[in-house]
Nanobody
Framework: QVEVAESGGGLVQAGDSLRLSCTAS????????MGWFRQAPGKEREFVAA????????TYADSVKGRFTISRDNAKNLVYLQMNSLKPEDTAVYYC?????????????????WGQGTQVTVSS
């Protein structure tokens, strides 16, 4: 069993930056690809970014490409989502997920373990 927990959400203004953190404990962290998803009120959960086991491969949704950066520190069992130039449409609950395979995918069903989510609100 892997426990996933996010932190770092909050209320910011448009154009601001925010960094989310996610820790995954219980198994060897470097065996897992990690992903970030988000869900806005009334909308389905959508893919944001993902990173493979080593950090050498990343993938992003078109809506965040160039503004968000995913990274990981396997020594600390942490994955980060650096969010710059935030927009009101980035407002959502952000979820971190772990995939018990080293390669990345962008669909939510490919992830086995999920955190509870952290709220990000961007005001205009």
């Amino acid at each position: 069993q892997v426990e996933v927990a996010e932190s770092g959400g909050g209320l910011v203004q448009a154009g601001d930056s925010l960094r989310l953190s996610c820790t995954a404990s219980g198994r060897t962290f470097s065996n897992y690809a990690m992903g970030w998803f988000r869900q806005a009120p009334g909308k389905e959960r959508e893919f944001v970014a993902a990173i493979n086991w080593s950090g050498g491969t990343t993938t992003y949704a078109d809506s965040v490409k160039g503004r968000f950066t995913i990274s990981r520190d396997n020594a600390k069992n942490l994955v980060y989502l650096q969010m710059n130039s935030l927009k009101p449409e980035d407002t959502a609950v952000y979820y971190c997920a772990a995939r018990s395979v080293r390669v990345v995918v962008s669909w939510s069903s490919g992830y086995n373990y999920w955190g509870q989510g952290t709220q990000v609100t961007v005001s205009s």
